[in-house]
């Protein structure tokens, strides 16, 4: 796992964002969150992580998006829980699940038929709109198709072997009756879901997160990757007291009568 700074200043705070598969640094490096250091987390290939930083930090502010909600429950499960603060944007800690995740035929598909042009779909998909897709290619991620193909595949096989599922040769999931190897009692604090994600089916993201509260578990009308979410996630939010703070995701959620059919 690469862990960039992008603001390194000697801040009391620090802000760690956990992109999603096939992310760098690229559509994330213009966001200035207020009176901390900012650094990005990407590229699964491994889940090696040097938790040591956060000893220089009097509290450190945890954004984790996509396939990064999963990374992040990886390698944070150990960290006292009172030094941070974690909020899930659009990601599952389960994320290859019929129930939690995506489910495991769709993502089969697209690792088998990856290309850079189904590749170019996949982010067109992440997009609400084509101003959105359009805006989105002018600060794309920069990195190498082959390295971003592996990535995936890694992804599968360290999900699938935590969960001690085997994939037979027709490419099916076999589920075993053992517990999983590794247990995982991370949990974050808030969770933002967005009903246009065409990524993750939006009833699984709920289902994924329904151990938090009503308050706590935030239903907007944006895509998988949204940029003015992203810019107050990213940034604004930092400079917020923390009522404010509040407020603000209080106005965000869509209230519904019965989320589970409305989602």
Known sequence: MKQVYLIQE???????????WAADETPFKQYRPQGMDYMICYDYRTLDFDTSIFDRYRHVNVVAWSMGVWAAARVLQHVPAGKLLSIAFNGSMYPISDAEGIPPHTFRGTLLNLTPASLQKFMRRMCKDSNAYKAFLEITPRRDFDEIKKELELIE????KSQNITIDEEHNYIYSNDDPDESNDFVYDYAIIGRNDRIFPVRNLHLSHDYLDSDKMIITDCAHYDEPTFRFLLQDIWSMPFDDFL???????????DPENDL
């Open 157 to 160: 096989r360290k999900f699938t």
């Open 10 to 20: 000697n801040n009391p705070k620090l802000l760690v964002f956990f992109a999603g």
């Open 247 to 257: 407020s603000h995701m209080r106005e965000m959620n869509i209230k519904m009568d």
